[in-house]
């Protein structure tokens, strides 16, 4: 049986890096905390991801927030997709009370209530930093993955790109899309000269292209489309030597899941494209906390689980980590999980038949420990204790131990409508971001163009007799479909929400 010194000579020798890391708190052994112990986490290994997880009302978000604060006391700026939004307290200093007392007494560690800088985000239009994002920054690919469009389609995006390029026509928001794809089809000049050069666009596909837009249109992607366009460079502030924590409110997204499979698609290829190779370094450049993340894997597109799976992959070599909170293990896809460096449990409840599966699944794959039946020990764990195995700065796992979590120095709740007014009227970032620019682009460029064709007509042009056929994009937008396509939508929204709340039919 394991004695209590040879708990801490074990533990001491694997979570006690030798360059700059973070706390976490302390190690606790058969139910008491272990002062001697502190669980540590080398900045250089953070960039290997992470997951923070347990079942509601264990402590999940706090975590966060320590994890958060923690990274901003090293620098590291964060953001973090609140989707409950009750994360923004930590731009506020926290308050002492009994139970904060003691928990530090016992880790024999100082608190030191604290503000931290924070940057409100938004792509909704809430009180924040609006980001947003051109057309033509996405490009045919990516923007086709958005809309879920087929190799057909795609096909078809990729032209209408390479003509709007190739005339000087700003794709910088929807309507400029739209606009284009209404100039190539209904427009005499404009049908000829694209398929004389390019070839043409059966009617067919491009009314299940102008369905698709609509749709994102329908859950606020005309918002995110524009300038300026947000540049990601300005996550990575840091002031009076602390990491800024930019928290982005998203707690919409049951309703909006198109619209934030556009935000993330969009953020993790700037990402990547723009962020230069770093490999391991002393610290990461950048942490993405994703709060709620069975909600993402949920609600996403299979594009974005996709690209979230090729991220994981791919963005540590930027300096970037992706660290997802969730209720179990098993919300994260297998692929994700495995690529997880990190890993905070807190308790889960064994209820039912599938909770005990999910439980042994998830001991089964932390490293074996003689100083814990953690079988057991997971469903009984404490409000603010938890598992936790990392890697040390070799990259080697480290022993599974049950962590005595500290406490958040700043406010556990949220900002009052007063306080967040007063951030965001002192941000530099929402005064960059706020005003729209509405340049002359596709839309002014050919609507002038398809007005000066008729005021330039000749008579003769003018009195022709035509046949009443509307266009494309006019017999999209009025047709049945067209009509009762915003009732489908509301129907398939609350059957989501339903579904979240298991209210909806089982699948």
Known sequence: MADKASFIEELNSRYNPAGPHIILGKGMFEGEVVPEVNVSI?????????????????????TLQVFAEQLSHAGVPSLVLDIKGDFSGIAESGTPNGVITERYAKTKLPYEPQAFPVELMTISGEKGVKLRATVTEFGPVLLSKILELNDTQQSIMSIVFKYADDKGLPLIDLDDLKKLLQYVTDNPAGKADLAANYGSIAPASLGAIL???????QQGASQFFGEPSFDVQDLLQTRDGKGVVNILRVSNIQNQPQLFSTFMLSLFAEIYLTFPEEGDT????LVLFIDEAHLIFNEASKTLLSQIETMVKLIRSKGVGIYFITQIPGDVPENVLSQLGLKIQHALRGFTAKDRKEITKAVENYPV????????????????????????????PTPLV??????????????TPTEIDTLT?????????????????AYEIL???????????????KVKPVKETPGVLQEVLNSRAGRTFT??????????????????KRR
Not at 381 to 393: H, K, M, R, S
Not at 404 to 411: A, D, F, L, Q, V
Not at 425 to 441: D, F, G, R, W
């Open 42 to 62: 080398p900045l250089k290994t953070i960039n290997r991801h992470g997951l923070i997880a347990g079942a509601t009302g264990t402590g999940k978000t706090k």
């Open 211 to 217: 369905r698709s837009i609509v749709a994102l249109e």
């Open 282 to 285: 002393g610290k990461p450049k």
């Open 369 to 396: 420990t003689e100083f814990y039946d953690a079988a057991t020990l997971i469903q009984n764990l404490g409000i603010g204790e938890a598992f936790v195995t990392a890697l040390d700065e070799k990259g080697i």
């Open 402 to 415: 049950q962590t005595y979590m500290i406490s958040p120095e700043s406010r556990m709740d949220v900002l």
């Open 425 to 441: 009227a002192a941000s530099a970032l929402v005064k960059k971001y706020e005003t729209p620019i509405n340049k002359e682009s």
């Open 447 to 461: 609507t002038q163009r398809m007005d000066s064709a008729v005021q330039n007509a000749t008579p003769q042009q």
């Open 487 to 504: 009732n489908t939508l509301m129907r398939e929204g609350a059957k989501a929400i339903l579904g979240m709340f298991g209210l909806g």
